[in-house]
């Protein structure tokens, strides 16, 4: 799935069952109209601007239900705490950069002699995978 506009997203909730709510439509208002990754409160908070009744358990749920169908991709970041970020069409990774936070997705992993590996030794059947980068962008290396 490439990055959708909010009506393809609120289209998708639907085709897979999900009501559209005043609530979920905020959020999908929110993350249509970013192209940058976001933490959930920072969804939570511009959301409320547009829907004061919007809960936060409302933002998790709908952030969670938007990574299953693949329009978003949950980023793990430092001390625990994580973000979603825009998702592309097709398998892909991310490049966390540790100073200012930004996410830029790469693909191309041949993980396949790893992922085999560790299938043969543990019995696992390894059904996906992902894999994030941490380091520092081009800016930030700049700055220092």
């Known amino acids: 799935m490439t990055w959708l506009d909010e009506g393809e997203l609120g289209e998708q909730l639907s085709?897979?069952?999900?009501?559209?709510t005043g609530q979920r439509r905020a959020v999908l208002a929110v993350i249509a109209s970013s192209g940058e990754r976001?933490?959930?409160a920072?969804?939570?908070?511009?959301?409320?601007?547009?829907?004061?009744?919007i809960g936060l358990?409302?933002?998790?749920?709908?952030?969670?239900?938007?990574?299953?169908?693949?329009?978003?991709?949950?980023?793990?970041?430092d001390e625990g705490c994580h973000s979603y970020a825009p998702a592309t069409e097709g398998?892909?990774?991310h490049l966390v950069c540790s100073g200012c936070g930004s996410v830029v997705e790469f693909e191309g992993c041949d993980l396949s002699p790893l992922l085999n590996a560790v299938a043969s030794r543990t019995g696992f059947e390894i059904e996906d995978?992902?894999?994030?980068?941490?380091?520092?962008c081009p800016a930030c290396r700049k700055r220092d």
Do not use: M, N
Request: aromatic share 10%.
């Open 91 to 93: 398998h892909h990774h």
């Open 15 to 20: 085709a897979h069952g999900y009501k559209l």
């Open 57 to 77: 358990t409302t933002v998790y749920r709908t952030l969670d239900i938007l990574v299953e169908l693949g329009a978003v991709r949950l980023v793990h970041l």
């Open 129 to 136: 995978h992902w894999l994030q980068l941490f380091g520092r």
């Open 38 to 40: 976001l933490s959930p």
């Open 42 to 53: 920072e969804v939570y908070e511009k959301a409320k601007a547009a829907c004061p009744r």
